[in-house]
């Protein structure tokens, strides 16, 4: 066998239909690696867990993360409390980057607005400070130690703190959404419940709910959202840090071969899944926010049903940007 896996190559596919000027209907079509969990079959579990982020590149400190506690579930291992945190503090860097990507360089793009690749820079610098100082080498087999909190992980968090707070602040994006009148654009229909990712995670906080007043749940609303979770993610990484004591790991009495774990992602839950024989991966299955969100009749399907024809390319590529999925997608129109 192997001992590397490429990373598959994806995408979303959205297949717009147009019908009197207006979009009647939404296919879409996914190439996602929905069946790429088969290819850690018959591998050690540190060897499954250790190619995982090679399969899942783009959030692949949450996928081993996720897949390291539902190994450890089913290996009847309580990590220490040192670890959860360290992974914690790694899991939001990682939703920091991809927040900031998405703000920083996908959005300005797509609006003809000067991008910030210093954000992301500085986002992809604090994953390695926080891997390297809390983590260490071997931090992805179940069970492992965790390092000390060190002065550098501080530092670079603070300096992530005041990079997002400077971004937010100076962000112009919401003002460009409202002078191309599409604030409002691919709200959610009434009584449906907001997509995985950054709207259900704020949607309750003051300046989203306040846009969702004005404008509904749509464009500015999930622009908004994705906003907070840029000013809010430091605070979180700097609280969980704070709770990093060197303890170590222990055995439980539940070990049963099956173990399963949830952790949250920049774009939603993720949920691992598990079956261990003899230290052998038997059965996995994966579970991601991508998978939800795009789903037919989804929130990304319905925000488009019924979009005017006119101006529907650049307002169709942000409503998708803002919803997110977790590969490259496609935007194709059709005329009845």
């Keep these: 066998m192997n001992d590397t896996v490429a990373a598959t190559a994806a995408e979303v596919r959205l297949m717009l239909d147009i019908a009197d000027g207006h979009v009647s209907n939404v ?32 959030c ?16 009847g291992i309580c990590a220490a409390p040192a670890v959860v945190s360290a992974r914690d503090v790694l899991r939001f860097a990682e939703m920091f980057t991809q927040t900031a990507m998405r703000l920083a360089l996908q959005w300005p793009r797509a609006l003809g607005l000067a991008l910030e690749p210093g954000l992301v820079r500085l986002a992809l610098k604090a994953e390695q400070v926080i891997e390297h100082e809390m983590l260490g080498a071997g931090w992805k087999a179940p069970g492992s130690g965790a390092l000390q909190p060190a002065p550098a992980v501080d530092r670079v968090i603070d300096r992530l703190t005041d990079a997002a707070d400077t971004f937010v602040s100076h962000s112009v994006l919401g003002r460009e959404l409202q002078r191309l009148g599409l604030s409002g654009f691919g709200a959610l229909a ?33 622009l908004e959202a994705s906003l907070t979770d840029l000013a809010l993610l430091p605070g979180w990484m700097l609280a969980v840090a704070d709770t990093v004591e060197d303890t170590a ?29 003899d230290g052998i991966v038997v059965g996995c299955h994966i579970d991601a926010p991508t998978d939800r969100n795009f789903r037919p009749g989804g929130p990304v399907a319905a925000g488009l049903i019924g979009a005017p024809a006119e101006g529907l390319e650049l307002a169709a590529r942000l409503h998708v940007l803002a919803i997110d999925p977790c590969v490259e997608f496609r935007i194709e129109t059709r005329h009845a």
């Design 27 to 58: 296919a879409i079509t996914s190439t996602r690696p929905v069946q790429a969990a088969q290819v850690f079959l018959g591998r050690p579990v540190e060897e499954a867990i250790g190619l995982i982020g090679s399969v899942f590149s783009l």
């Design 190 to 222: 009434d009584g449906m419940p907001a997509e995985d990712g950054p709207l259900r995670r704020n949607w309750d906080q003051t300046t989203v709910a306040e846009i969702r007043a004005r404008h509904g749940p749509g464009l500015a609303a999930r």
């Design 249 to 277: 790991a222990r055995q439980s009495d539940c070990s049963s071969s099956q173990g399963e774990a949830e952790v949250e992602t920049a774009r939603g839950a993720l949920r691992h899944a598990v079956i261990l024989k």
């Design 60 to 75: 692949g400190r949450a996928q081993t993360i996720a897949a390291l506690n539902a190994a450890e579930a089913a290996m």
